[in-house]
């Protein structure tokens, strides 16, 4: 993943918890937060290729894969890139979002999964994206107007110190501008609702999904 300055992802001690939350305090979010995108992906029936942006140790990598798919993924942080590969035989290559080196049209679909919380620039990230899909991007994303949102920007430890959160308006704009040429279909749903453990097509859930397809 990228940041806005420096890279916290390149935190020797956060890289070595990453993956420990999930099967921790994070088990709950990520049975959720992949409830959701796995919704979401039907609108994608077709894809057999994606490419995660800001993969960070390739925790959803290796999901989109479980899946099926032909998964590539991409990130800044080379310390992340190197417990990705501890963890799986996926490729991984490290790029920065705003300049993917791949050609256009290349994969089938583009992922961000708590990516764009940390690239500088939004817009021309997902410009990128769009030119090297094919058929859609995939968004996931934690939501500035939630409960869970409002914690995290409280937060004063990495990553969070660097993390700039979207609401589901805001996310919307930035997908539609940079697929207009594209005439994209849009949907999305929230989860993380506290108490209620299915997602919701009501803006103020913690995690927001969003999928783009063209075509």
């Not at 999901?63 to 590969?85: I, K, N, Q, T, Y």
């Not at 791949?102 to 990128?128: H, K, Q, Y």
């Amino acid at each position: 993943m990228n940041s806005h300055v420096g890279n916290p992802f390149a935190d020797h001690d956060l890289v070595a918890s990453y993956e420990g939350w999930y099967e921790t305090t994070g088990r709950r979010a990520d049975e959720l937060e992949k409830q959701l995108l796995d919704g979401l992906l039907a609108d994608l029936p077709t894809i057999d290729t994606v490419l995660e942006v800001g993969c960070g140790t390739g925790h959803f990598s290796r999901w989109f894969e479980a899946r099926g798919l032909h998964v590539v993924g991409a990130d800044l942080s080379m310390e992340m890139l190197v417990e990705s590969r501890h963890l799986s035989g996926l490729p991984f290559v490290r790029a920065r979002a705003e300049r993917l080196p791949f050609a256009s049209r290349s994969v089938d679909m583009v992922a961000f999964i708590t990516t764009l919380e940390f690239v500088a620039d939004v817009g021309r990230t997902l410009s990128e994206a769009c030119r090297v899909a094919r058929k859609g991007i995939l968004v996931g994303a934690l939501n500035r107007r939630s409960v869970l949102g409002r914690r995290l920007r409280n937060r004063t430890e990495l990553p969070w110190t660097s993390a700039r959160l979207y609401n589901l308006g805001e996310l919307k704009s930035l997908v539609k501008h940079a697929a207009a040429e594209y005439e994209p279909r849009i949907s999305w749903r929230t989860t993380l609702w506290p108490g209620w453990r299915k997602s919701l097509a009501l803006p103020w859930g913690g995690f927001i999904g969003i999928s783009v397809t063209w075509g």
